[in-house]
């Protein structure tokens, strides 16, 4: 028979470990504390603190959308459905929709930025998108105007 021995490197209380929830263990692993709170478009929500598996597929699939439902979709991980329901609801627009995913990515990415620079980001990126447009049309149309 095998001769079970202690684990004499750790310090803990085998009775506490055995009682102790996934929530209450990650939470202690992680350092997590009471997360901080921002109010957007009147609703309270938790500024986040990570990526979850679910959004890296998502946005993975979705990264060169600028379509509202699909920045929608991937707002839904970071603050759930409904909130992000009630703000479409409310009128948030599609730049606002950007802003706050690039805000919401930043602080999850542990990398935060502030509104204003999550505003300028998206400013930067939409023109850079726009400008791309622009020159692929100028270039359709001189291959369009030499095949005459």
Do not use: C
């Amino acid at each position: 028979m095998t001769e079970i021995k202690p684990d004499l490197e750790h310090d803990y209380d085998e009775q506490e470990e055995s009682q102790e929830s996934w929530d209450d263990f990650w939470a202690d692993v992680s350092g997590a504390a009471k997360p901080r709170t921002e109010i957007i478009r009147g609703i309270t929500v938790p500024v986040p603190t990570g990526l979850t598996v679910r959004f890296a597929e998502r946005a993975e699939k979705l990264q060169a959308s600028t379509k509202t439902e699909d920045i929608a979709a991937i707002l839904n991980d970071f603050y759930g459905a409904d909130v992000v329901e009630t703000w479409k609801e409310n009128g948030m627009e599609l730049e606002e929709f950007q802003v706050l995913l690039a805000w919401s990515v930043s602080h999850a990415m542990k990398k935060p930025i502030t509104f204003r620079q999550a505003h300028a980001e998206v400013r930067e990126l939409t023109a850079a998108v726009e400008a791309a447009e622009q020159a692929r049309a100028g270039k359709a149309a001189r291959r369009a105007g030499s095949a005459r």
